[in-house]
Every structure is written in structure tokens, then in C-alpha cells.
């Protein structure tokens, strides 16, 4: 493709990705609020508020494709929430029509999915049960996502990130953990299929424990190589092992679902 866009690319998965996409387009396009390191060979480095229609409008023109790291990654006020990820995904979606973008990888998160516990499976079609204001913006931006395909036709996969660390931090990580290789592998095959659609994936890496079913996301032919169970002595060695009815243990979200409405 000509030029890729990645948002968010001053941040944790930004940073790690903009390391590893570079030969899928002739010109990578990075957008971060700001923090980036500047331009190398065949970069473009662009600074931008998602709440800023405007601004957003002109970071999407000319790119063929988007992998949307960006936006507020944690609980946060709503003002801060509703800034990045609900006016934020408006805009983006907005500009992908105006200007004819019609692939989007958007990095939703577990969170969007916190409520449901770590006894029960669960799988793409679940009905939400997000564990904040943060969760609650993913679906907004899944449901988004939605409209602007049936609508629109434009293509976006949803993937609902769990822990994506250089490894697993803690007990719950060792069955959310993502690898960054596998987000690779992932974003990869979300831009290389002939046809994406729309659909929600789980994203972590083939962890031994797992509550999270992608078997309906087959068809992407994604493979996920990495295992959280490698990490386990260390975690142990690290952590210390959370009550059973902790948060962290009882909830899919873990500590996401015990936290408060975030004030100004
Ligand atoms: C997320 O959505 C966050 O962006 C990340 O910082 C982690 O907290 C992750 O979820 C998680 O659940 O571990």
C-alpha cells in the first residue's frame, strides 16, 4: 500500500509496532499527540488531538489503511474518555469516509468485556459487560466500527487487547497476556486478507490458560505462537498470589472492575 497510518504511535504498542510495520507500505504515517521520535526513511510524523476534527480530518487523507493505537488506554474522567475515544473515534470514522480509507485495525480491549468472569468462556458474539468508562468507550468504538462497515463498507477488525506486555506482569496476565509477536502476526493478517469485514478478535497470545474463544475468527488464519505459561515461575517468584475472591482473580477485567467513576 502507499501509506499506513499508525495513531497512538508514541505509546506502548505504538512505539513497539512502528518498529515492526515499516515494510507494509511505501510511507508510514505516525500520529501521536506527541512524544514520537522524529521522522526516519519512509516516515511521516504528524501530531494530532482526536478530539480536533479538523486536525484528524488532515492525519487520515491520504493514507489506505489505519492501525488506531490512540486514544485514552486507561480509566481516566469522563471528559478525558469522551475526548479521545468517543469524539475521537467520530472523527476518525468521519475522515476514513471522506477520504476513502477503508481498512482499520482498532486496538479495543478486554476491557470492553471486564464484568464476565474468569470461570466462563466467552466468545466474540458475547453481549458486552465493559468494567468502566474506558470499556465502555471500546464498545463505542466496536459499535462504530459496525455501523461505518454495513453502512460505509469500511473494513475494521476489533481487536480486544488483554495485557500486551514485553511479558506477563502478574497471575491474571498469564492468561491475558499478548506478545508483541503476536500482535505482529495479528495486525498483519487484519491488513494482508483479501476480505476483513468486521469482526471482534480476542487478542492473546496462545496462553495455556485461556477465557477467551476465537474459534469464530478462524478464518483469518491467525496463529497465535507465544505462551503466558513460560512466564508462570516468574510471576510467582515476583507476585504474590491474590485472594481468591480478589478482583484480579474473580474477574475477567481484573482490577479494572473495582476501580470508581474517575472525577475532573
Ligand atoms: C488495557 O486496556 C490497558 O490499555 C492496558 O494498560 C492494560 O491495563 C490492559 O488493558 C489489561 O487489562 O491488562
Not at 23 to 48: F, K, Q, S, W, Y
Amino acid at each position: 500500500m502507499k501509506r499506513l497510518l499508525i495513531t497512538g504511535a508514541g505509546g506502548n504498542l505504538g512505539r513497539q509496532m512502528r518498529a515492526r510495520l515499516g515494510d507494509l507500505a511505501e510511507i508510514v504515517r505516525l500520529a501521536d499527540r506527541g512524544g514520537m521520535d522524529p521522522a526516519g526513511d519512509n516516515e511521516e510524523v504528524v501530531t494530532c488531538d482526536l478530539g480536533d476534527a479538523e486536525a484528524v480530518s488532515k492525519m487520515v487523507e491520504g493514507c489506505d489503511a489505519i492501525v488506531h493505537f490512540g486514544g485514552q488506554p486507561v480509566e481516566a474522567p469522563w471528559s478525558v474518555v469522551k475526548n479521545a475515544n468517543i469524539d475521537g473515534m467520530y472523527n476518525l470514522y468521519e475522515a476514513c469516509r471522506i477520504h476513502g480509507c477503508k481498512r482499520v485495525v482498532f486496538a479495543s480491549s478486554n476491557h470492553a468485556v471486564g464484568f464476565f468472569k474468569q470461570n466462563e468462556v466467552i466468545d466474540n458474539t458475547v453481549y458486552p459487560k465493559p468494567d468502566g468508562l474506558y470499556g465502555v468507550s471500546k464498545v463505542f468504538g466496536e459499535m462504530l466500527a459496525s455501523m461505518y462497515f454495513e453502512k460505509f463498507g469500511i473494513e475494521t477488525a476489533s481487536i480486544r487487547i488483554g495485557s500486551c506486555f514485553p511479558e506477563p506482569a502478574n497471575h491474571r496476565a498469564l492468561t491475558t497476556w499478548l506478545s508483541f509477536d503476536d500482535l505482529e502476526r495479528l495486525i498483519r493478517r487484519c491488513l494482508d486478507v483479501p476480505r476483513l469485514g468486521c469482526p471482534v478478535i480476542y487478542g492473546n497470545s496462545a496462553n495455556t490458560a485461556n477465557f477467551w474463544d476465537n474459534s469464530k475468527v478462524a478464518w483469518l488464519g491467525w496463529k497465535p505462537q507465544d505462551n503466558a505459561e513460560d512466564y508462570r515461575d516468574a510471576v510467582n517468584a515476583k507476585c504474590e498470589k491474590p485472594a481468591a475472591d480478589a478482583p484480579d482473580v474473580v474477574y475477567q477485567g481484573g482490577g479494572f472492575t473495582a476501580d470508581g467513576i474517575h472525577q475532573e
